[in-house]
């Protein structure tokens, strides 16, 4: 057996191990998106919870015409280039619901709010949540509001829930892609952690990057309609743990190795250089505003005319296919020549960004 058999042999081994958290106390690698947090959710959450729509972990559940997604927001700081954690809110669900295949209908909006937060500020969140769903054709129908003690939160925290119907010829899986496949990202990456990392103000660094959070319904849309049925395999949106970890949950549950081309893959000159001042790979920063889809060969030249005759789709490119071996694997070509492979991070380098 080889060095490369042995490497690989050994992953296969460690990824066949059921998920145990071995830690007593909650980290903040735990909601980083990368390892700490798959194993908490299949070691506590899908063994406490586990049934058969929940089992795939994908950005929401589709069960009787019906695509039913929540999520939390906590960013900090609240409030940054490009967006806030009101129409980040927003978005982000809106987001989880197309990448279901879904047309967004209703959404609800739950707010945390510490005792002492300016409500000027919440006035503006809310102004932006509004003209959010606006944009995006989805009222917000329900919500609930609780009040904690000063020290107790951090400001302002939103939990949004999301319902959309979905054509029953609709059938996205993670574990769907095939080998052959084109893998595509609807535009350049990690924009969104970027920016909010340095509106912290912690870092002495200067860029002109802002946020990419948008709404992708109608984006999808395009892409589904142009397509047909059954050509496009999945859809995700690289939200916590980037690129990077949503293709490597691609290849985990297709069973398949996923290959990428370094220089195919589209990153803005500012956020590469503030990248590399921060020693951070692109791949892992979160996009709020950006898809990955997986298509089928021959459906990928109309997937990519239609996402860039789109305004949030005009920056899409194919980045790699689907294969055969190793399964389970995300591989990159680096424009050196030589092959990586792209794992899923363990700890967490950006903290609070959504």
Do not use: W
């Amino acid at each position: 057996m080889t060095g490369e058999e042995q490497v690989l042999e050994r992953i296969e081994r460690a990824r066949r191990r059921k998920a145990r958290v071995r830690e007593d106390l909650v980290t903040l690698a735990h909601g980083a998106g990368g390892k700490a947090t798959r194993t908490l959710v299949e070691a506590v959450f899908l063994e406490s919870f586990a049934n058969p729509l929940l089992a795939p972990l994908g950005d929401g559940a589709v069960a009787d015409g019906l695509a039913f997604t929540t999520d939390s927001f906590v960013v900090t700081p609240l409030f940054f280039p490009g967006g806030d954690i009101g129409d980040l809110a927003v978005n982000g669900t809106v987001n989880d619901l197309a990448m279901c295949g879904a047309n967004p209908s209703y959404l609800s909006a739950a707010f945390i709010l510490e005792e002492g937060f300016p409500m000027d500020d919440l006035r503006r969140i809310t102004a932006s949540m509004a003209a959010a769903a606006r944009a995006a054709g989805v009222p917000i129908a329900t919500g609930d509001t609780k009040v904690v003690q000063k020290g107790k939160a951090d400001g302002c925290y939103i939990t949004t829930a999301g319902v959309g119907t979905v054509d029953p010829s609709i059938q996205l899986r993670a574990s769907a892609a095939r080998p052959g496949d084109a893998v595509i990202v609807s535009g350049p990456i990690g924009e969104h952690g970027v920016t909010v990392m340095l509106a912290r103000g912690e870092l002495d660094i200067e860029a002109e990057v802002t946020s990419d959070t948008a709404p992708l319904a109608g984006l999808t849309a395009c892409l589904l309609d142009a397509c047909g049925p059954g050509a496009v395999r999945c859809l995700r949106d690289p939200t916590r743990g980037g690129v990077a970890t949503v293709l490597n949950e691609i290849a985990g549950a297709s069973e398949t190795a996923v290959v990428l081309e370094e220089d195919a893959i589209p990153v803005r000159a500012a956020v590469r250089g503030a990248c590399e001042l921060l020693g951070i790979d692109p791949m892992y920063v979160a996009c709020e505003g950006r898809m990955i889809a997986v298509v089928e060969p021959g459906a990928a030249p109309a997937a990519l005319a239609a996402l860039r005759a789109h305004p949030l789709g005009a920056g899409a490119a194919v980045i790699g296919r689907v294969a055969e071996d190793p399964p389970g694997l995300v591989l990159l070509r680096t424009g050196f020549g030589g092959t990586r492979i792209v794992d899923v991070l363990v700890g967490d380098p950006l903290p609070r960004i959504c």
